[in-house]
């Protein structure tokens, strides 16, 4: 009820700036809403700044409080960082699942295999991390065959190749 306003702002702002929102990108999509987690998308950091202003004033009518040590505009690396948190934390929160569900850690792994030259060392490091604690094997091959196109990675790679074993079958 009280995030409904918000949907309000968003759609005044849309209409009054669709110029400088991705929503003639992405089919008429601008935020991507969770709970109370907001997320906007624009090319215009200026009117997403406003949005916010807008936003804060808004949840201030309500009686409540926007958490500004969890706001931000982030654009290019930045955000591409804050995507990558929420992806390891859903992760993360699927393992801690019961029953466990490792299928996200095999997304990202599949991910990784997928373009070896691109992968991030934090999300190498995460992803090997994760595989090792949980024992999950699926993925061994697959990584043992782009691991040369990984040299950023090798670290995170030969502890999980270590600790699976497999080492012993590749000693090339």
Known sequence: MYLDRLSHVLEVYSKENIDKFLSRVF???LAVRWMDDLWV???DSGVL?????DFQAVVRDAGLELNLGKTDV?????LWLAAREVEHS???AAIGMNPRDVEPLERMLDQLIE???RSDRTSIRFAMTRMRRQGVKSRLER????APRMPHGADHLARALRDFGLWRSHDD
């Open 27 to 29: 089919s008429g999509s």
């Open 143 to 146: 990584l043992v065959e782009v």
């Open 74 to 78: 982030l654009s290019d690396d930045d």
């Open 49 to 53: 700044r406003l949005l916010q202003v």
């Open 41 to 43: 998308f624009g090319d």
């Open 115 to 117: 373009n070896p030259e």
């Open 90 to 92: 859903a992760v993360d």
